[in-house]
C-alpha cells in the first residue's frame, strides 16, 4: 500500500528565517508530485509539480523553492520566511496525468 | 488555458434538503473531473471523478455527470446530512501532460 507522509507536522517560525518542509511517498515509484498552499479555509493553490527526479516545474512561486532529491522525496523551502507563508502546506502525488491525487496529512506553517 | 471554476464560496442548507454545487470548466483537451472534500484540518479526499460524457458517477451519497456539451460536472446530492459540511474542491486534469487545475472551492454548511 502507498503512503505518504510529511513533515514536520507543524512549525512555528519567525519571519526572515529559513524553512524547509519534506513529503515522502512509499510504495510508489515514479509519481507524480505536487505542492500546495492553502490559507485557513480557503483556495488550494498550486506551487510545484515533478514528474521525475530532478525536475520540478513552477506553478506559482510565491519565494519559495521545491526540488527532488529522490523519486520518493519531494522538498518545499525558502531561505527567508515572509508572514504571507502562514497556512497549510500539502503535498500530494498521482500515478500520471489525468489519475486522482492523493494528498498526505500536511503542515501547518505560522509564521510570526 | 486550461481552468475551472465553482461560482459559490458559501453554501448553507438544512439537514435533509438536496444541494447541488457548480462546476465548469474550459481546456481545449479531453478533460478528466475530479471532486475532492476536504474536512476541517484534514486533507482534501477524492469524492467523485469521471471522464465519460453524460455518464453518472456516485459515491457516498453524492453524484456528478460529466457534460462535455455544457463543460460541467455539478456535484449532487439529495439529502444532506450534518457530517456534510466540508470544502468541496472541483479539478480538472486535461489530458495534455499539463499539471491538475482547481476551483476556488466551496465550502458547504449544513445546519440541523
Known amino acids: 500500500a502507498q503512503t505518504i507522509h510529511q513533515w514536520p507536522v507543524a512549525e512555528i517560525k519567525a519571519v526572515g528565517s529559513p524553512l524547509s518542509l519534506g513529503c515522502t511517498i512509499k510504495?510508489?515509484?515514479?509519481?507524480?508530485l505536487y505542492w500546495y498552499w492553502q490559507a485557513t479555509g480557503g483556495t488550494l493553490q498550486q506551487l510545484f509539480y515533478?514528474?521525475?527526479?530532478?525536475?520540478v516545474e513552477s506553478v506559482v512561486q510565491l519565494n519559495l523553492s521545491a526540488s527532488r532529491p529522490k523519486d520518493d522525496q519531494f522538498i518545499l523551502s525558502t531561505e527567508k520566511l515572509l508572514l504571507s507563508h502562514s497556512g497549510f502546506y500539502l503535498c500530494?502525488?498521482?500515478?500520471?496525468?489525468?489519475?486522482?491525487?492523493?494528498f498526505g496529512p500536511g503542515t501547518r506553517l505560522t509564521v510570526l | 488555458g486550461d481552468s475551472v471554476t465553482q461560482t459559490e464560496g458559501l453554501v448553507t442548507l438544512t439537514k435533509g434538503l438536496p444541494v447541488m454545487l457548480n462546476c465548469t470548466y474550459q481546456?481545449?483537451?479531453?478533460?478528466?473531473l475530479f471532486w475532492y472534500v476536504q474536512h476541517l484540518n484534514e486533507a482534501p479526499k477524492l469524492l467523485l471523478k469521471?471522464?465519460?460524457?453524460?455518464k453518472r458517477t456516485e459515491h457516498q451519497g453524492f453524484y456528478a455527470t460529466l457534460h462535455k456539451s455544457s463543460s460541467s460536472f455539478h456535484l449532487q446530492k439529495s439529502s444532506v446530512q450534518l457530517s456534510d459540511s466540508a470544502l468541496y474542491f472541483c479539478?480538472?486534469?486535461?489530458?495534455?501532460?499539463?499539471?491538475?487545475?482547481f476551483g476556488a472551492g466551496t465550502k458547504l454548511s449544513v445546519k440541523p
Open positions: 510504495g510508489k515509484s515514479s509519481p507524480n
Open positions: 481546456t481545449t483537451y479531453s478533460p478528466f
Open positions: 515533478s514528474i521525475t527526479v530532478g525536475q
Open positions: 479539478a480538472l486534469s486535461p489530458n495534455n501532460n499539463n499539471a491538475p487545475r
Open positions: 500530494a502525488w498521482s500515478l500520471d496525468w489525468g489519475d486522482e491525487q492523493y
Open positions: 469521471s471522464s465519460t460524457d453524460n
